[in-house]
């Protein structure tokens, strides 16, 4: 929109925005700085010896000037306020939909999941035109994911999903950096989001391996469960077997721990009566450390699974554990106890 030479390229919906938010600011500066400075100047210079009438004169109280320079910079502090407020809550809310990408950052690469099975390192294939959610954490220190084509920087921290949005509007091939000293790497963690036409795309991931959520090769030599190509969540069901997680979690929730089947979103009631939303970062504690926040009415008998599972494939499981279902207003079956 506005592709100016002194800033990055604009290309993503909000971009244009943050760019104009940016500029005003900084119009906004210059228009009261550049005057103060002149006038500084000026006087210091005029009046560099002093007169008799500059220490005599007396100043009167003008009340009509007074109101003008409160008025005036309080109006453009809260116009600037509520402005950048509601970019802020823009650029932080996910919209509704979109395609779903999980990252995962390590010194020093960049991982991405599609929802489709489809992985890449360093570079991410987006369609254009569409909302890009990404859900993000990191499997030792803090990275932070910055395309500043997007204008999109968030932090990518271990042990907490964060997660950012964008929609990119021209096809093309976008820096991605990290911008969080992460280590002695850190210049070199550097990566390509390469935007296509949505036909484009969907050919491009018809063309990529389907590896789901397969270990990271120098983990384990052995593959995934089931060695069927599979989406994400097909991944995450298999790992649903192989782990042993179905022996207890029965679907029609008559098992000794509870049904998985509608729970994403939904709020449970916990052993000491507090509630929580079973969101991602809930659905990941319980997988890791179970029996921190116990479903009431069960027994704490869950063993962690902390170091068994990947952050890849903790997204292949909590990939599946939505595709069970769920959402704030349906709640089929009410926590049993
Ligand atoms: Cu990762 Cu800097």
Redesign the pocket.
């Known amino acids: 929109m506005w592709n100016l030479p002194f800033l990055p390229q604009d290309a993503s919906t909000v971009a244009g925005r943050v760019d104009l938010l940016f500029l005003t600011l900084i119009g906004l500066a210059l228009l009261f700085a550049v005057p103060v400075a002149a006038l500084v100047i000026y006087f210091a210079v005029k009046y560099r010896r002093g007169t008799p009438a500059s220490r005599a004169g007396a100043l009167h109280q003008n009340m009509a000037l007074e109101v003008t320079w409160i008025v005036i910079p309080l109006g453009l502090a809260l116009g600037i306020f509520f402005w950048g407020a509601r970019l802020y809550v823009d650029l932080y809310r996910l919209p509704a939909d979109g395609l779903d990408i999980y990252v995962v950052?390590k010194?020093?690469m960049w991982k991405f999941q599609h929802p489709t099975g489809q992985r890449e390192i360093n570079e991410l294939h987006v369609p254009a035109g569409r909302p890009i959610r990404l859900t993000m954490i990191s499997e030792d220190?803090i990275?932070?994911f910055y395309v500043p084509a997007f204008r999109v920087k968030r932090d990518?921290l271990p042990g907490n999903y964060t997660t950012a949005w964008f929609e990119a509007t021209e096809p093309g091939s976008y820096d991605l950096f990290?911008?969080?000293?992460?280590?002695t790497e850190?210049s070199r963690?550097v990566g390509r989001v390469i935007v296509m036409e949505p036909r484009q795309y969907a050919e491009w991931l018809t063309r990529q391996p389907i590896t789901g959520a397969a270990p990271i090769p120098e983990a384990s030599g052995q593959a995934a469960g089931g060695g069927q190509p599979a989406t994400l969540a097909e991944a995450g069901a298999q790992l649903f077997q192989s782990l042993g997680c179905s022996s207890c979690h029965l679907a029609d929730g008559s098992g000794p721990a509870p049904s998985l089947v509608g729970l994403y979103g939904r709020e449970v009631t916990l052993a000491d009566g507090q509630t929580v939303t079973a969101d991602t970062q809930y659905l990941r504690e319980s997988i890791l450390n179970p029996n921190a926040q116990v479903v009431a009415g069960y027994n704490p008998i869950m063993p962690t699974f902390a170091g068994q599972v990947s952050e890849e494939q903790l997204a292949a499981l909590l990939e599946y554990i939505k595709s069970l279902g769920g959402s704030p207003a349906e709640s089929g079956g009410q926590s049993p106890g």
């Open positions: 950052g010194q020093w220190v990275h932070s990518v990290c911008a969080e000293f992460c280590g850190h963690m």
